[in-house]
C-alpha cells in the first residue's frame, strides 16, 4: 500500500528559478515528515523535516509546507541550482511508530544551467 | 567523517548463494534500520534495532533474511538462497534515541542475483 506519494516522477527546472516538489500522503496518523535528497551512487541524505503541529519550516534555500486537511506536503527550493539536481524522496512517520518510516517513489529534480 | 558505512558497495552472485552485508552506524546513534530499495520506488522499510534487539520486522522480510546486531554496534543483513527478485539496493540507517526522526543512511550495497 503506497501511504505516501509522489506523483511527478521528473521536475525540469531553470537554475535560479523555483522548485516545487509535491508530496501526498494518505495515513491520517503521519505526523512526522521529512524529504531526503538523493545523488547516484549515495545514500539519502536528510534535508528538511515538519512537525504536524506546523505548517512552514524553513532552512535556507528549501521550504516546507504542510497543508494537513488536504493531506499534502510540498518542498520549495529557491532558488534553484544545479546542484540541486538529485532524486528528491518524501517520507513520513506516526509519533505512535516512528520506526517505520514510509517514503515516496521519488522525484528527480534536473536544475539547467 | 563518522557517517554510516556500508560493505560491500556491490555484490553480484549466483543463484541460490547466501549473502551477507554489513553496516556501520554512526557511533553515537543506537537505532538501526535496514531499508531496501528498487528501482524507481522508495526506500522499504525490512527491520529495525534498538541497541542489539531486533524490535521489529517487515513482511517484506521472508525466512530468508536475518540481520544481526551483536553488541549494539555493527549489524549484518544476511541473504540466504538468493532469488533474482532480491536484486536491489540494501540501504542501512540509524539514529539516536529520544524522539529524534531523522534517519541517516549509509550508501547502499547493490546486490545482483543473477
Known amino acids: 500500500d503506497q501511504q505516501v506519494k509522489q506523483n511527478s516522477p521528473s521536475l525540469s527546472v531553470q537554475e535560479g528559478r523555483i522548485s516545487i516538489l509535491n508530496c501526498d500522503y494518505t495515513n491520517s496518523m503521519f505526523d512526522y515528515f521529512l524529504w531526503y535528497k538523493k545523488y547516484p551512487a549515495e545514500g539519502p541524505t536528510f534535508l528538511i523535516s515538519i512537525s504536524s503541529i506546523k505548517d512552514k519550516n524553513e532552512d535556507g534555500r528549501f521550504t516546507v509546507f504542510l497543508n494537513k486537511s488536504a493531506k499534502h506536503l510540498s518542498l520549495h527550493i529557491v532558488p534553484s541550482q544545479p546542484g540541486d539536481s538529485a532524486v528528491y524522496f518524501c517520507a513520513a512517520s506516526a509519533a505512535n511508530n516512528n520506526n517505520d518510516m514510509r517514503f515516496g517513489a521519488g522525484t528527480r529534480l534536473t536544475v539547467k544551467p | 567523517d563518522t557517517g554510516v558505512s556500508q560493505n560491500p558497495r556491490h555484490k553480484i552472485t549466483k543463484r541460490g548463494q547466501n549473502v551477507t552485508f554489513r553496516c556501520d552506524p554512526i557511533s553515537e546513534h543506537n537505532r538501526l534500520y535496514w531499508y531496501r530499495q528498487t528501482l524507481g520506488q522508495g526506500p522499504e522499510f525490512l527491520t529495525y534495532?534498538?541497541?542489539?534487539?531486533?524490535?521489529?520486522k517487515s513482511r517484506l522480510l521472508s525466512d530468508r533474511f536475518s540481520a544481526e546486531r551483536p553488541k549494539g554496534s555493527f549489524s549484518t543483513l544476511e541473504i540466504q538462497r538468493t532469488e533474482q527478485g532480491d536484486s536491489a539496493m540494501y540501504l542501512c540507517?540509524?539514529?539516536?534515541?529520544?524522539?529524534?526522526?531523522?534517519?541517516?543512511f549509509g550508501p547502499g550495497t547493490r546486490l545482483t542475483v543473477t
Open positions: 540507517a540509524s539514529s539516536s534515541a529520544g524522539g529524534s526522526y531523522e534517519q541517516y
Open positions: 534495532f534498538q541497541n542489539e534487539a531486533q524490535l521489529e
